[in-house]
């Protein structure tokens, strides 16, 4: 029986991505996508995730483009500005499961340095009873480890809870440790979907 829902943060409750910094500030889709591709990619932000200080990972990066200091320093500096809005139809369904007394919690790739800066500005966050974030605890999705911090903190078991993640790696770890999994593609698509596990 489910009794919790687990949920990742980027792309599934709040929209957050670089582009919406970097894409009017260089007015140029092909720019904008050649240094967050070549210059800030995905996974140079994922070892700030991973809890590595920002600080540290910002000069590493510009020692190797100083050419693009500024941009890089962009990065971090202007962080807030790579959010969008909560995902439509999120807070919504989020306010139904509490109301049904399902568990809510979070378990997101994100730096602990950044994630104070936004936390209060979307009241999803306020709707969770609990959460685990990768840059705290120092290591990644889709690692088993972080996913067993997450159910021995809060006394969870893995068969009563549902993994939603917008990453097929991520949901199919948390399925390897018994959970149930949702790859995350809209709130509808995903009422409809829980309703299939009886939730």
Not at 17 to 43: Q, V, W
Not at 70 to 75: A, D, G, L, Q, V
Not at 86 to 114: D, R
């Amino acid at each position: 029986m489910i009794r919790n829902i687990v949920f990742d943060f980027g792309a599934v409750l709040v929209d957050w991505n670089p582009r919406h910094l970097y894409g009017p500030y260089f007015g140029d889709a092909e720019k904008t996508d050649y240094f967050l591709r070549e210059i800030c990619p995905y996974e140079w932000n994922s070892s700030a995730d991973a809890g590595r200080p920002v600080s540290e990972v910002t000069e590493e990066r510009v020692r190797l483009f100083p050419q693009w200091e500024k941009e890089i320093r962009m990065y971090f500096g202007q962080w807030e500005k790579m959010m969008g809005e909560q995902i439509p139809g999120m807070e919504p369904l989020l306010c139904e499961l509490k109301s049904k007394g399902y568990g809510l919690y979070g378990l997101s790739n994100w730096s602990a340095e950044t994630f104070p800066l936004v936390r209060d500005r979307y009241p999803v966050f306020g709707l969770l009873d609990g959460y685990v974030l990768s840059g705290q605890e120092r290591c990644l999705k889709p690692e088993e480890r972080i996913y067993r911090i997450l159910l021995d903190r809060y006394s969870l078991v893995p068969g009563e809870c549902v993994f939603v993640d917008d990453r097929p790696e991520n949901v199919r770890a948390a399925c390897a440790l018994g959970m149930e999994g949702i790859v995350f593609e809209s709130a509808e698509r995903l009422r409809e979907e829980l309703r299939a596990l009886r939730v």
